[in-house]
């Protein structure tokens, strides 16, 4: 298996662009999770998703960010506009189900400039 | 809301001593998940404690869940560099599903 897969690794662009990061989640796993690592704010989770269905957004910043899960082997999460404070890495991780470890991706280092 | 402590932020052992780090959630949790992040990665599932009391031993390291189901520690025994990285732990705040990190420990080994 290729793990959790997330595209692109490195996104370079500037404030009041639009960003789209990527994940596929590992084949068969029906949670998936989007987290923000910043040194001052550590891990966040910002929402996840169950069978496709968002189930909490409430770590979701503020109406800038979307994220989205058209089907089980696919999610994005956009930014627009994007500002520097968004500057982070940016996690996607999937389980096989509730309890279950979880399994993360390689992570997109975003920077706003 | 819910939320989950580590302390300390930062440890900086000589290699061969031993390191800890403690984690402690306002409520009660069902289980309650270790990961390890190397330098510039991503963090890796390390283990999974579900019983009260619980203590599991993975080599160099022993992890333990308190008898409230509250707290817990991960203790490694002689550190070695390969130890180096941010240990995180993580909880479902109780009656969710989601999984909340604290803020990790972060060790480096002098050799």
């Known amino acids: 298996d290729a793990g959790v897969i997330q595209s692109p690794r490195h996104e370079v662009t500037e404030m009041g662009q639009e960003v789209t990061l990527r994940c596929k989640p590992i084949s068969g796993h029906n949670s998936l999770f989007w987290y923000r690592q910043t040194m001052m704010r550590g891990l966040e989770l910002l929402i996840y998703f169950n069978n496709n269905v968002p189930i909490d957004d409430s770590g979701m910043p503020e109406d800038r960010f979307s994220a989205k899960m058209p089907n089980a082997s696919f999610s994005t999460l956009k930014i627009q506009p994007s500002e520097p404070r968004d500057s982070a890495v940016y996690f996607c991780?999937?389980?096989?189900?509730?309890?279950?470890?979880?399994?993360f991706g390689s992570g997109t280092q975003l920077s706003v400039l | 809301g819910q939320q989950v402590m580590q302390i300390p932020q930062y440890q900086h052992v000589q290699e061969g001593e031993d390191f800890t780090t403690y984690c402690n959630s306002s409520t009660t949790l069902s289980n309650i998940q270790w990961y390890k992040q190397r330098p510039g990665g991503h963090p890796v599932f390390l283990i999974q404690l579900v019983k009260s009391g619980e203590v599991k031993k993975q080599k160099r390291l022993t992890f333990q869940f308190g008898e409230a189901k509250k707290n817990s520690s991960l203790h490694i025994t002689a550190t070695q560099t390969t130890d180096v990285g941010t240990y995180f732990c993580?909880?479902?705040?109780?009656?969710?599903?989601?999984?909340?990190f604290g803020a990790g420990t972060r060790l480096a080994v002098h050799p």
């Open positions: 991780a999937s389980r096989t189900g509730v309890g279950e470890k979880l399994f």
């Open positions: 993580a909880g479902p705040p109780g009656g969710y599903n989601k999984l909340i």
